[in-house]
């Protein structure tokens, strides 16, 4: 049928207005995932040293929790479909399915019948739309499983996908796992394995990045099947021991809808006495949605959220972030005092020992100073103007950081995030671009001289 082995399924031009209503509604071409069968194959995309792995017989048990809001039935049932198909039985204790106030009739009582048909699943529907976080808390605490996984709506699990995810929680109760996240497009439903030795990190303006494993630190790798320790996870995918999840406060439940939680949980997780980890030998495949096709009632959730991590978990080191993003110092974050007395209750490291023993070279702290540079004469300022590549920009200056704070670092570049500022030509008057960042100096190191001094 469609989409056998992962293959793409390709929208036929009679059909582009049905594929054009599906984005609008879904986020992503649920007219062609309603094609494929729930239980596609797909490709194995582990490494071939997992597919000779064993596995012990007697591992914790595991709760599956998924959220959905007016989630497509073919992308949402196929989540569920492949959890069943592909866990041996006596590792899956339940899914928990969350319905986060969903309003399409298909959601009511169909998903209630065909569930009850297919067993081993536990409907929760919530009384008001409460967001992806608090959802997830919901579906934690209506969960008996040891182990708690939380899936998003559209995934589909791989081969061997659970067995390597418990084996690493039953070693140590304080670990939290992260699968290996495939790719599937969100046009054609093409499912492309990705590159399980990769770390997740996070850039000053709380933009969620990934580094690859170091070459020397690859060189020493014996075993292509071993963990990948990760400084923060991608976010909705991630299995955890259910009273471990407890003690850490699970989510805080003064955040909002979604955005921040997976910076909440990772940096809790490392200051607090555990770890995370990435597993190369387990495998789901999830649509990135094109967009987001619903609205939340709080605009400024996201800010909201970071605002509450920043000021928790962050120590002097939120100050980076909010020279980067100074919109989140204006936004009303509540009462954090439960979360600093669980912070103080743990006996949390300092957010400057997760820096230089977790995140050490994947976020870049070794700055010389964070400062714009400035036209005294005519009070004018290079301006980034939101880019991330053309030539920079000049404007007013304001003294609000943001587009025209620019960080001085050790090695000499003048950057922004990930780009930097870049010469490509030689003669006076040659203009400056924004280019990603090489480290190489050339093209991008800047000689900072004081005037009169050299």
Same mark, same amino acid.
């Given at each position: 049928?469609?989409?056998?082995?992962?293959?793409?399924?390709?929208?036929?031009?009679?059909?582009?207005?049905?594929?054009?209503?599906?984005?609008?509604?879904?986020?992503?071409?649920?007219?062609?995932?309603?094609?494929?069968?729930?239980?596609?194959?797909?490709?194995?995309?582990?490494?071939?040293?997992?597919?000779?792995?064993?596995?012990?017989?007697?591992?914790?048990?595991?709760?599956?929790?998924?959220?959905?809001?007016?989630? $497509?039935?073919?992308?949402?049932?196929?989540?569920?479909?492949?959890?069943?198909?592909?866990?041996?039985?006596?590792?899956?204790? !339940?899914?928990?399915?969350?319905?986060?106030?969903?309003?399409?009739?298909?959601?009511?009582?169909?998903?209630?019948?065909?569930?009850?048909?297919?067993?081993?699943?536990?409907?929760?529907?919530?009384?008001?739309?409460?967001?992806?976080?608090?959802?997830?808390?919901?579906?934690?605490?209506?969960?008996?499983?040891?182990?708690?996984?939380?899936?998003?709506?559209?995934?589909?699990?791989?081969?061997?996908?659970?067995?390597?995810?418990?084996?690493?929680?039953?070693?140590?109760?304080? %670990?939290?796992?992260?699968?290996?996240?495939?790719?599937?497009?969100?046009?054609?439903?093409?499912?492309?394995?990705?590159?399980?030795?990769?770390?997740?990190?996070?850039?000053?303006?709380?933009?969620?990045?990934?580094?690859?494993?170091?070459? !020397?630190?690859?060189?020493?790798?014996?075993?292509? %099947?071993?963990?990948?320790?990760?400084?923060?996870?991608?976010?909705?995918?991630?299995?955890?021991?259910?009273?471990?999840?407890? !003690?850490?406060?699970?989510?805080?439940? $003064?955040?909002?809808?979604?955005?921040?939680?997976?910076?909440?949980?990772?940096?809790?997780?490392? @200051?607090?006495?555990?770890?995370?980890?990435?597993?190369?030998?387990?495998?789901?495949?999830?649509?990135?949605?094109?967009?987001?096709?619903? %609205?939340?009632?709080?605009?400024?959730?996201?800010?909201?959220?970071?605002?509450?991590?920043?000021?928790?978990?962050?120590?002097?080191?939120?100050?980076?972030?909010?020279?980067?993003?100074?919109?989140?110092?204006?936004?009303?974050?509540?009462?954090?005092?439960?979360?600093?007395?669980?912070?103080?209750?743990?006996?949390?490291?300092?957010?400057?020992?997760?820096?230089?023993?977790?995140?050490?070279?994947?976020?870049?702290?070794?700055?010389?100073?964070?400062? @714009?540079?400035?036209?005294?004469?005519?009070?004018?300022?290079?301006?980034?103007?939101?880019?991330?590549?053309?030539?920079?920009?000049?404007?007013?200056?304001?003294?609000?950081?943001?587009?025209?704070?620019?960080?001085?670092?050790?090695?000499?570049?003048?950057?922004?995030?990930?780009?930097?500022?870049?010469?490509?030509?030689?003669?006076?008057?040659?203009?400056?671009?924004?280019?990603?960042?090489?480290?190489?100096?050339?093209? @991008? !190191?800047?000689?900072?001289?004081?005037?009169?001094?050299?």
């Amino acid at each position: 049928g469609p989409g056998e082995n992962g293959e793409p399924v390709e929208t036929k031009a009679e059909d582009e207005s049905k594929k054009d209503a599906a984005y609008s509604e879904f986020g992503f071409n649920q007219f062609v995932s309603d094609q494929i069968s729930l239980e596609r194959t797909i490709s194995d995309t582990r490494h071939q040293a997992c597919k000779q792995r064993s596995y012990p017989i007697n591992l914790p048990k595991a709760s599956v929790v998924i959220v959905f809001h007016n989630e $497509g039935w073919s992308t949402l049932m196929r989540t569920v479909h492949t959890v069943l198909l592909r866990s041996p039985p006596h590792m899956l204790q !339940e899914i928990v399915m969350v319905d986060d106030f969903s309003n399409k009739d298909f959601l009511k009582q169909k998903l209630d019948d065909y569930t009850k048909k297919l067993g081993k699943i536990k409907i929760v529907r919530t009384k008001e739309r409460v967001g992806l976080i608090k959802a997830r808390v919901i579906g934690a605490n209506n969960a008996v499983g040891e182990v708690v996984i939380f899936l998003d709506a559209h995934c589909e699990c791989n081969k061997g996908w659970l067995p390597p995810l418990l084996e690493r929680i039953a070693l140590n109760r304080r %670990t939290a796992v992260c699968p290996t996240i495939d790719f599937i497009d969100h046009k054609t439903f093409q499912y492309k394995p990705m590159d399980p030795y990769i770390r997740g990190t996070f850039n000053w303006r709380f933009d969620y990045k990934e580094r690859a494993v170091r070459p !020397e630190e690859m060189a020493k790798r014996r075993d292509p %099947t071993q963990e990948v320790k990760s400084p923060v996870m991608a976010g909705g995918l991630f299995a955890i021991n259910r009273e471990f999840f407890s !003690e850490l406060g699970q989510y805080d439940p $003064g955040m909002f809808i979604w955005g921040g939680e997976q910076y909440e949980i990772s940096f809790k997780l490392w @200051q607090c006495g555990g770890q995370l980890e990435n597993i190369p030998c387990s495998r789901v495949g999830h649509v990135y949605r094109h967009h987001v096709p619903y %609205t939340y009632p709080k605009h400024d959730a996201t800010l909201v959220n970071f605002r509450r991590v920043a000021e928790v978990w962050m120590d002097e080191y939120k100050d980076w972030l909010y020279d980067k993003r100074p919109e989140i110092k204006s936004v009303d974050y509540g009462d954090i005092s439960d979360r600093i007395a669980l912070r103080k209750r743990l006996k949390c490291k300092s957010f400057k020992w997760y820096l230089e023993n977790v995140a050490n070279d994947t976020v870049k702290t070794k700055l010389c100073a964070c400062f @714009q540079v400035r036209n005294q004469g005519k009070n004018m300022c290079l301006d980034s103007m939101g880019r991330k590549d053309g030539h920079v920009g000049l404007a007013s200056c304001h003294n609000m950081g943001g587009n025209q704070a620019f960080q001085y670092t050790y090695i000499r570049e003048l950057r922004t995030d990930e780009t930097c500022f870049d010469v490509h030509e030689s003669f006076p008057g040659a203009k400056v671009h924004f280019f990603p960042c090489h480290e190489m100096k050339g093209n @991008q !190191e800047f000689l900072f001289t004081e005037v009169g001094r050299r």
